[in-house]
């Protein structure tokens, strides 16, 4: 059976990185995250410089584009740090996340994907959105950043102004 992953931190990332680099063979880096794994990657860049020779954010989680329900948010708020594990129905709706039907099919057939985020998770997600836009100035790896203008989850205008505040020459 897959086991499910529903979280990998800097940590997890850095971990794997000093194992990768202890195994094998000194290779030039590259690292690509999208969407959360974007928001990990820009983090992760800021927080790691010079690990990689360059890297890419695909649609990273810069700012939330769709609305949480209020009920949600007000029972995430006060449930984050008595119920971390509790799980809530996500919002993905995967008929949005792409034009190409197959595509759409191979996300409904993955069995790595969760209908379900935990208060935990989107607690951590929430609280590093509110710092994220001051770790831009930190990064120094040369950085290629993409955004589809229709993504209703992550605001294509959250990528936009966290571009403009990178100091890459």
């Known amino acids: 059976s897959v086991p499910k992953i529903t979280f990998i931190e800097e940590e997890d990332l850095s971990d794997y990185l000093d194992f990768s ?3 094998g063979p000194r290779l030039p880096l590259f690292l690509a995250g999208h969407s959360f794994g974007g928001q990990v990657v820009l983090n992760f860049l800021a927080e790691h410089p010079g690990r990689f020779q360059a890297a890419v954010a695909s ?7 769709l609305t949480m329900p209020k009920w949600q948010e ?19 709706h ?4 792409s034009h190409d039907p ?8 993955d069995p790595l994907v969760s209908d379900y985020v935990t208060i935990g998770i989107g607690r951590a997600l929430v609280k590093n959105l509110e710092t994220i836009a001051q770790q831009a100035r930190r990064i120094q790896t040369p950085l290629l950043m993409l955004h589809g203008l229709e993504d209703v989850y992550c605001s294509p205008e959250g990528t936009k102004r966290f571009y403009r505040e990178l100091q890459l020459e």
């Open 21 to 23: 680099l202890d195994s």
């Open 59 to 65: 649609s990273p989680n810069l700012e939330i584009a």
């Open 74 to 92: 007000w029972l995430g708020k006060k449930a984050a740090s008595l119920l971390p594990g509790m799980k809530l129905k996500n919002l993905t």
């Open 94 to 97: 995967p008929d949005k996340l």
């Open 102 to 109: 197959e595509v759409v099919a191979a996300f409904k057939r």
